[in-house]
């Protein structure tokens, strides 16, 4: 298992790159919140990975952030939800947001990601609301400590350019 590599971007889009690691191409696929956090093509990165055996294939994924990595390996574990529509998922929401969705079972933010319908979304809240709690306290659903109330809007946004 491969579960992190450090070397020096040799090209990255929005959901691929190629890290060289003394010589070696890796090619591997990620969100888009993970394209934001890399540095320029020649510098060097470190990504966090998760490495998906297939009977067709051997595929890396790479996580800028180690929530991000484990959103990932717990949505690949409900049905219907592959790693494709998993990296869009967390392509299309941030952390916070996702967990918040989650939280207040909101199918509807849920569903306008590509890949996730009706049944697909009730499927996450269900499998997956208990679980990122435990995993995953320091979000609390999006919802700041003691408060009942979600984050609003704004306050989202501040966060998210301070990250």
């Given at each position: 298992?491969?579960?992190?590599?450090?070397?020096t971007i040799i090209s990255a889009n929005l959901t691929e790159?190629?890290?060289?690691?003394?010589?070696v191409g890796y090619h591997m696929f990620i969100p888009m919140s993970t394209y934001d956090a890399l540095p320029r093509a020649g510098e060097r990165a470190t990504l966090l990975t998760v490495m998906l055996?297939?009977?067709d294939a051997i595929t890396l994924y790479g996580f800028a952030k180690e929530q991000e990595k484990k959103i990932f390996e717990l949505l690949i574990t409900v049905n219907?939800?592959?790693?494709?529509?998993?990296?869009?998922?967390?392509s299309s929401m941030n952390i916070p947001s996702f967990c918040t969705a989650l939280a207040q079972g909101d199918i509807k933010a849920l569903k306008k990601i590509n890949g996730v319908g009706p049944k697909s979304a009730e499927?996450?809240?269900?499998?997956?609301r208990d679980k990122i709690d435990k995993m995953m306290p320091e979000f609390s659903f999006g919802l700041p400590a003691g408060s009942s109330e979600p984050v609003s809007?704004?306050?989202e946004d501040a966060l998210m350019a301070l990250e």
């Open positions: 298992m491969i579960a992190q590599l450090s070397g790159l190629v890290l060289d690691v003394n010589g055996v297939r009977e219907g939800i592959g790693a494709k529509t998993a990296l869009n998922i967390l499927r996450m809240i269900v499998e997956l809007q704004e306050l």
